[in-house]
C-alpha cells in the first residue's frame, strides 16, 4: 500500500485585495504575447480591457478568444488553439470562471504536445512537452480551477464531459483577487459556492485524502458554511467575498490533491446531457448523496457537524452526522436551489438516460474515491431521488 502522498500547486500564487495590479509583472516574466481567454461577460464588465491595460503596461501584447460563455468543449478548445497559434502566442491569461480557465489549462497543454484534447482523459496519453505558460485569475468564488490540475472538458460529438488531470494542466501562476468577485449575480454566487463546497466535502471524504488535503478541506467548509449566505444576501460584502476566495482556492487545493468522489461523478453527465451549470447540477445532488455515503462516512461527516455548528444538541457521531446533512440541506434551500424537476428538465427524457448516466457516472472514475461506492442501480436510484428531491423536508 502506498504510504506517501503527492501535492502539487502552482509555482507562484498571489492572493489578496487587488493583486490583479501585479499581472503585468507576473506576465513579463513568462512571455511577450498573451492570448487571453475569457467570455463577454468579462468584456462588459470591464475586466478583459483592464488585464490589456497591465500587459500592455509591461510589454506585453494581447490576442483574445472572448467566447468561453458556457461549459467548456472541445470545440471551445480548438477555437482558442487556432487563434493562440496565428497569433504566436507564448503565454496565457484566463480570466473568468473555470469555463474560461479550464479552456486555458486545455490550450496550453494541446498548443505544444498537439493532438486532441480528450486524449488526455484517464492518463491515455501523458503531456511530455511543458505547456504554455497559463496565468489563472478566477472572478468567482468556486470551481478553485485556479489551483488544480484538472480540466473538465466536453465531448461534443459524445455528449460526455471529460475529467482531465495530470500535472500538465496546472497553471503556472494564480491571481485570486477578491474584488473580482464583486460583480458575480446571485444565481452565480450561490451555484459555484456550493460547488465549491462540494469540492471540500469530497477531498475530505476521499479515499485519497491526507493531512494535508484534510487541513485545506475543513478550512474551505468552515469558511463557506459561515459565509456562503452572507455574500449570497450582500454581494458588496468584501469581507464575506474575500473569505469565500479563500475558501474557493482552499478547496480547489484540497480535491486536486485527493480527488473528487460521487457528486461530481453523477453531475458530470447531467451537465453534459441537460446543460445544467456545473455548480447547480453539484449543489443538486449534494445531500442525497451524503446521506447515501453517511454509514461509510459517518466520522467525517461528524467533524463536518461539530466544525460548522458546534453547538447543536447531538450526543453522538451519527447525530453529528445527521446534523452536518440538514444544515446542508438547508443551506441548499435557503440558496434556493432547485431539484431536476424544478430545472425543467424533461421526466421522461430524464428517465431515457438514466442508464448511459449511471454508465457514465461510474466510468469518470470518481465514484471509486467515495466512502462506499454505489452500483449502477444504486446511481440510478440515486438520480431518481435527485429528480424530486424535497429541500425542505425535515
Not at 467566447?67 to 487563434?83: G, H, K
Not at 511530455?128 to 480540466?151: K, Q
Not at 458554511?225 to 480547489?252: C, W
Request: aromatic letters at 6%; proline letters at 5%.
Amino acid at each position: 500500500m502506498q504510504s506517501f502522498s503527492n501535492f502539487e500547486m502552482p509555482q507562484k500564487l498571489l492572493y489578496g485585495r487587488d493583486s490583479l495590479s501585479q499581472l503585468g509583472e507576473l506576465a513579463a516574466s513568462l512571455g511577450q504575447k498573451a492570448l487571453i481567454v475569457s467570455d463577454r461577460i468579462m468584456e462588459k464588465v470591464g475586466y478583459v480591457e483592464k488585464c490589456t491595460v497591465l500587459l500592455n503596461a509591461k510589454g506585453i501584447s494581447c490576442a483574445y478568444y472572448l467566447d468561453a460563455n458556457s461549459e467548456p468543449s472541445d470545440a471551445f478548445v480548438q477555437d482558442a488553439l487556432r487563434i493562440c497559434e496565428a497569433e504566436s502566442c507564448d503565454i496565457i491569461v484566463a480570466i473568468g470562471g473555470g469555463s474560461c480557465i479550464d479552456t486555458a489549462k486545455a490550450v496550453s497543454v494541446v498548443a505544444t504536445n498537439k493532438g486532441y484534447i480528450g486524449e488526455f482523459m484517464g492518463g491515455k496519453r501523458i503531456a511530455e512537452t511543458v505547456p504554455l505558460p497559463v496565468i489563472a485569475i478566477p472572478t468567482t468564488a468556486g470551481t478553485g480551477s485556479e489551483v488544480t490540475n484538472v480540466a473538465v472538458i466536453t465531448n461534443l460529438e459524445k455528449d460526455v464531459k471529460m475529467m482531465i488531470k495530470q500535472s500538465a494542466f496546472l497553471p503556472r501562476m494564480s491571481i485570486v483577487d477578491p474584488f473580482l468577485t464583486l460583480t458575480t449575480p446571485k444565481n452565480v454566487t450561490s451555484a459555484t459556492g456550493l460547488d465549491a463546497l462540494c469540492h471540500a466535502i469530497e477531498a475530505y471524504f476521499s479515499k485519497s485524502a491526507h493531512p494535508m488535503t484534510d487541513s485545506f478541506a475543513l478550512s474551505a467548509i468552515e469558511l463557506i458554511t459561515k459565509n456562503i449566505k452572507r455574500v449570497y444576501e450582500h454581494g458588496d460584502d468584501v469581507d464575506a467575498r474575500e473569505k469565500m476566495s479563500l475558501a474557493a482556492m482552499q478547496a480547489g487545493v484540497a480535491f486536486s490533491n485527493a480527488s473528487v468522489t460521487l457528486i461530481h461523478g453523477m453531475s458530470r453527465p447531467i451537465g453534459a446531457l441537460f446543460h445544467v451549470p456545473h455548480g447547480i447540477s453539484n449543489a443538486m445532488l449534494l445531500p442525497a448523496c451524503l446521506s447515501f455515503s453517511k454509514e461509510a462516512a459517518t466520522p467525517q461527516l461528524a467533524v463536518i457537524g461539530r466544525l460548522i455548528d458546534p453547538d447543536a444538541a447531538c450526543n453522538s457521531d451519527s447525530d453529528w452526522a445527521d446534523h452536518a446533512i440538514a444544515v446542508i440541506k438547508g443551506l441548499c434551500h435557503d440558496l434556493n436551489i432547485p431539484n431536476l424537476k424544478g430545472w425543467g428538465i424533461d421526466e421522461a427524457k430524464f428517465n431515457e438516460v438514466l442508464d448511459k448516466m449511471a454508465t457514465d457516472a461510474l466510468a469518470s472514475g470518481s465514484p471509486n474515491y467515495n466512502p462506499v461506492v454505489p452500483t449502477h442501480a444504486e446511481i440510478i436510484e440515486l438520480y431518481r431521488t435527485c429528480y424530486h428531491y424535497d429541500y425542505a423536508a425535515k
